[in-house]
């Protein structure tokens, strides 16, 4: 007996001698504990006996049986070890909602991200309730009624949640929480079925993701969404942003390209019909290339080319935008504006052409003596009693003028009612300045 005790692991031994007692006490004698080979290697024995005693009621031997349970007790230690690492993952993911139930819905497991989502404690809930009294009672009741429709009977509280993972089919909906203090919440929560080895069901798992701020966000941006496309759609040409592509993919454009070109948005962006580039007159299209220049200097760029619209005709756009860039600088796209300019570019080519008739007309006409505005300055009076101006002088007597090398002299027109020069009887006299 004291060689066995010797085998036993020290830590354990006290084990044995309470078992020991227990028996002598008229109890059973079970106990598990290590043993130490003689090569060092430990073994865990379960040993399972009563104690016999004699004619006189004292203990006369312990009878029983002694059984290796290591390959056992490994296997549990290593259930243990992963069932704590499962714990310790569950109450490490404290921004997911796990709640983990038996077949009948009574909770089983409740993390500490359900804690904080829905404002129980485990101790309260685990045991004790079904997730069921976490939902809206109005929206549990619509389901069921959807569900009923479809399976053709009753779908009522908790088997509202697990219908479908029942038939193998994990369901994900988005449901609200009320919390413990009526505080409501919206989640994204996935229910599966927990399985067994034969495909039993052994439970079901609910796995929750507040969205409430996700979806305060989305409303946000589609509303801001909404007000950007509005202000889009009352400007006169179209907002872009592209690659910087030969093909210029579009990643968005505004739906006024369809008044510009004749096809609509969705056709262009991403290429899904169309590149913008396969629009752009093939003339013109090495123009817009140049761009890049622009934007390796991350400087604004403006451009006139050509569209070929669905209907077969030109227009004449205009160009405005600038290149996107991250904290590194590296360009991440462009973005800018196009708008009609072929009333403009028609208007511009019609003042063209008149200009170019004008020059060609002006160009081939006769020559005459030119009237000069020196020659007509030049003209001023020698003699005049009446103090006429020579501008006077000069349209009086236009038609009784005689000309020579040297002199001009003007011969006045009277009339009875307004004579030429006023104020004198004798005739002026004029010479030429030249």
Same mark, same amino acid.
């Given at each position: ?5 010797? #085998? ?59 059984q290796d349970i ?24 404290? +921004? ?13 497991? $409740? ?17 004790? #309730? ?21 399976? +053709? ?43 067994? +080895?034969?495909?039993?069901?052994? +439970? ?11 979806q305060q966000a ?9 007000? $950007? ?19 210029w993919t579009m ?9 510009? #070109? ?99 007309? $002006? ?32 349209? #009086? ?38």
């Open positions: 007996m004291a060689a066995f005790s010797q #085998c036993v692991h020290p830590e354990d031994r006290h084990l044995i001698a309470a078992s020991q007692r227990q028996a002598e006490a008229g109890g059973g004698h079970e106990v598990i504990y290590r043993i130490v080979r003689p090569d060092g290697t430990t073994r865990w024995i379960h040993e399972l006996g009563r104690l016999q005693r004699d004619a006189q009621g004292r203990p006369q031997r312990l009878v029983g049986t002694v290591s390959d056992s007790k490994q296997r549990d230690l290593e259930i243990h070890q992963a069932r704590g690492f499962l714990q310790a993952v569950l109450d490490s993911a404290t +921004g997911v909602s796990v709640i983990a139930t038996d077949p009948a819905g009574l909770i089983t497991l $409740f993390n500490s991200g359900a804690e904080r989502l829905l404002g129980y404690r485990a101790a309260e809930t685990v045991g004790r #309730c079904s997730p069921a009294v976490f939902h809206l009672t109005e929206e549990v009741r619509q389901r069921g009624r959807a569900l009923g429709q479809a399976a +053709g009977r009753p779908v009522e509280g908790f088997e509202v949640f697990v219908h479908n993972p029942r038939r193998g089919e994990p369901e994900t909906r988005q449901w609200t929480y009320v919390r413990k203090d009526g505080q409501r919440r919206t989640v994204n929560l996935t229910v599966s079925a927990i399985r067994d +080895g034969s495909g039993g069901i052994t +439970g079901f798992l609910g796995i929750a993701s507040d969205i409430s701020e996700l989305t409303r946000a941006l589609q509303k801001s969404e909404s007000r $950007f496309r509005g202000m889009v759609s009352n400007l006169p040409g179209v907002v872009y942003r592209c690659d910087n592509d030969a093909a990643r968005y454009i505004s739906e006024e390209i369809a008044n510009l #070109c004749g096809y609509p948005a969705n056709d262009l962006i991403d290429n899904r019909q169309r590149s913008y580039a396969s629009l752009i007159h093939p003339d013109d299209l090495p123009d817009t290339y140049r761009i890049i220049e622009a934007l390796a200097r991350q400087e604004a760029f403006e451009l006139t080319y050509r569209l070929r619209h669905a209907e077969g005709h030109d227009v004449w756009v205009r160009g405005k935008g600038r290149g996107e860039y991250d904290s590194q600088g590296q360009l991440l796209w462009i973005s800018g504006f196009i708008w009609d300019i072929s009333a403009r570019k028609a208007v511009e080519d019609q003042l063209k052409l008149s200009q170019q008739r004008f020059s060609t007309a $002006f160009s081939t006409a006769p020559r005459a003596w030119p009237w000069s505005p020196r020659r007509a300055s030049g003209w001023r009076s020698t003699t005049s009693s009446a103090g006429c101006s020579a501008t006077a002088a000069r349209s #009086c007597c236009a038609a009784t003028s005689s000309t020579s090398p040297t002199r001009t002299t003007c011969r006045p027109t009277w009339s009875s009612s307004r004579p030429c020069c006023r104020g004198g009887s004798t005739p002026t006299r004029w010479r030429s300045a030249t």
